[in-house]
């Protein structure tokens, strides 16, 4: 397994702010970072690769569908314009480094319509990411849809809905990010949610339930890494939380204290529990 933590704890884009955090993180034993591309034309990916390399860093990225945007949406030009967000994001991932682009890709985050799902919003999900297939394939990269909690979408809750939704996508390229913060407010047992996503998890947000410093509250680890090890999953364990007065992002993740004395401490006593439990 690999051990990454999200640079959104330090700031929303890669800037100098995160680019003077990388010694730090290499020193506390990460194997690599986390990069939003949430505007993929805007994503500086060669200095990201660049810099990782020079620290020793690898680099996984996310991405959201950004406000305007939809998979799910009944208009078609809207989904079109999304698929073409997507594949940018793709592109960006790969550029960076990153074989993997994760997160909900399906929505915009805080997105609703005021009423449950229907049948034609999931068809939709589905063709939407069937059709991203071939862009994974030529940049080899592999996507991670993420279910988020009920405040967040209303599209996709569960590992359970996430894993019925990667059956039928059907592709060897496309599974699920499941995050223990979503996950501790939607599985009636996170392990269990682990367990249901086995067959298509790609990575794995390790957050504690108030976004702190993991170890720290009462997410149930040890469950959830003995079903890590069950299902013989070896990818990532990333670390992601929030700065706590970054605006928007701050605002997107509901941040509205310091969770903890610092952000800093989420990276560097996080990773010391992670690696002395797993
Ligand atoms: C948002 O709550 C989250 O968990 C992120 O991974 C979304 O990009
Ligand atoms: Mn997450």
């Known amino acids: ?6 640079t959104l704890i330090w700031s929303a884009q890669y800037d100098e702010r995160v680019r003077g955090m990388l010694p730090a993180i290499k020193q506390w034993g990460f194997d690599g970072i986390e990069v939003p591309a949430f505007h993929p034309l805007d994503f500086p990916a060669d200095q990201i690769r660049k ?3 020079a620290h020793g860093l ?4 996310i991405s959201i569908v950004v406000q305007g945007l939809s998979l799910i949406s009944e208009d078609a030009g809207i989904r079109r314009k999304t698929r073409v967000h ?9 550029a960076a480094g990153s074989g993997l682009l994760a997160g909900p890709l399906y929505s915009p985050v805080g997105y609703f319509t005021g009423t449950r799902r229907t049948a034609e919003e999931w068809s ?4 939407g990411l069937s059709s991203l297939g071939p862009a994974l394939e030529a940049n080899d990269v592999t996507l991670g849809i993420e279910p988020l909690n009920r405040f967040e979408t209303f599209f996709l809750n569960t590992a359970e809905d996430g894993a019925a939704l990667c059956d039928q996508v059907d592709h060897a390229r496309i599974g699920l990010l499941i995050d223990t913060f979503h996950s501790n407010i939607e599985e009636k047992h996170i392990a269990a949610g682990y367990a249901r996503a086995a067959k298509h998890l790609k990575h794995v947000h390790t957050c504690e339930n108030d976004r702190g410093i993991p170890g720290s509250g009462h997410v149930d680890w040890k469950s959830v890494f003995e079903t ?5 999953y070896d ?3 990333t670390i992601e939380s929030f ?23 989420i990276a560097s006593e996080g990773i010391q529990f992670l690696r002395a439990s797993i």
């Not at 690898?58 to 990225?61: A, D, K, L, Q, S």
């Open 86 to 94: 997507l594949e940018d994001a793709i592109k960006a991932a790969a």
């Open 228 to 232: 890590l090890r069950q299902i013989q």
């Open 124 to 127: 939709r999900a589905v063709e």
């Open 58 to 61: 690898e680099c996984t990225v």
């Open 235 to 237: 990818g990532w364990l």
């Open 51 to 53: 810099d990782c390399e």
């Open 1 to 6: 397994m690999k051990f990454g933590v999200n």
């Open 243 to 265: 700065g706590f007065a970054l605006g928007e992002i701050s605002a997107a993740a509901s941040i509205w204290r310091d969770i903890e004395r610092t952000p800093d401490l």
